[in-house]
């Protein structure tokens, strides 16, 4: 047991997470505006809400046209000045709260999308390490706590997609060995990929080839190094196909892939170009 708690919240420099958060908080921003945009145009049809069961669970009720403005305008507040690691604490927490009624909210019109899950625990975990600026090396558990959660949050968005395709298909053969990229490229492939359509053996390796990724996605978890850049950097060109493919970006799931990375050398070379100041000692 000591041995997996020591795994779990084993120390990253706490400018890590600074240069984390700033990212994710610069995406929740364009998410909220581009992508995951859907919240204010559910307040039209608010008879339509069909909440998912932690919505029932916290009684979270079809929010009305003034509140979905007033929410947006709370989410873009508070990532900006997360951003700016000004009221840390505050804005994490304001962050998490905001976001997590936006997606429960958005999720709540018969359509859920599992590419958020790692992005949503992300939003949760991060105001848990506090205070941490860009520049602070500082060794800290509660940052690698935090950032441990996001990496087994983003590793569980492919495994757990192992299960739903083995409870939909029967098995995971018949679903290898299906039609589901043939169907996709069907309904919304792009020009690029319409000739493998004639190659139903070559999408069939390629179901297998997904397929087999995802199984392995939680060796990921302890690898170091050259050989973790070289997986992260499998997962990143599997989403890139799939969105010359077929549109699907994943990139709530993508930006997660970051907690993996040492961000904290991109930042100090930033700031030292930019000559800010390092942090006082506490």
């Known amino acids: 047991m000591r041995a997996v708690a020591g795994w ?7 400018a890590r997470v600074a240069a984390f958060r700033a990212l994710v908080y610069a995406f929740v921003i364009w998410d909220v505006l581009f992508t995951f945009d859907d919240v204010i145009p559910h307040s039209y049809v608010p008879e339509l ?35 700016a690691g000004r009221a840390q604490r505050v ?25 958020h899950m790692a992005l949503m625990v992300t939003t949760l975990a991060l105001p848990t390490v506090g205070v941490a600026h860009y520049r602070d090396q ?33 098995s995971l053969v018949t679903w ?11 309904r919304r492939g792009s020009h690029l990929v319409q000739w493998a359509l004639e190659y139903p053996m070559l999408l069939r390796a390629a179901q297998w080839g997904s397929l087999v990724l995802e199984i392995c996605s939680p060796v990921v978890l302890f690898m170091r190094g050259r050989w973790l850049y070289l997986a992260i ?13 077929m549109g699907i970006h994943f990139l709530p799931t993508v930006v997660c892939w970051f907690a993996f990375l040492p961000l904290e050398r991109v930042t100090e070379r930033v700031s030292a170009r930019l000559r800010l100041p390092s942090p006082a000692p506490a």
């Open 91 to 115: 804005a994490g927490w304001g962050v998490a709260l905001t976001f997590w009624v936006w997606a429960l909210n958005s999720q709540g019109f018969s359509y859920v999308q599992h590419d």
């Open 233 to 245: 950097g499998c997962f990143l060109a599997f989403h890139l196909a799939t969105f010359i493919a």
């Open 138 to 170: 500082t060794l800290s558990q509660a940052a690698g706590w935090a950032l441990r959660c996001v990496q087994l949050a983003t590793v569980l968005t492919y495994f757990g997609s192992v299960f739903a395709k083995w409870s939909r298909a029967g």
């Open 176 to 186: 290898a060995n299906g039609s589901v990229l043939t169907w996709a490229i069907v």
């Open 8 to 14: 779990l919240t084993r120390p990253v420099p706490l």
């Open 49 to 83: 809400y069909q909440p998912t069961l932690l919505a029932r669970l916290v009684h979270l009720p079809p929010l009305s046209t003034a509140v979905s403005y007033a929410l947006l305008a709370a989410i873009l507040l508070l990532c900006v000045l997360a951003i």
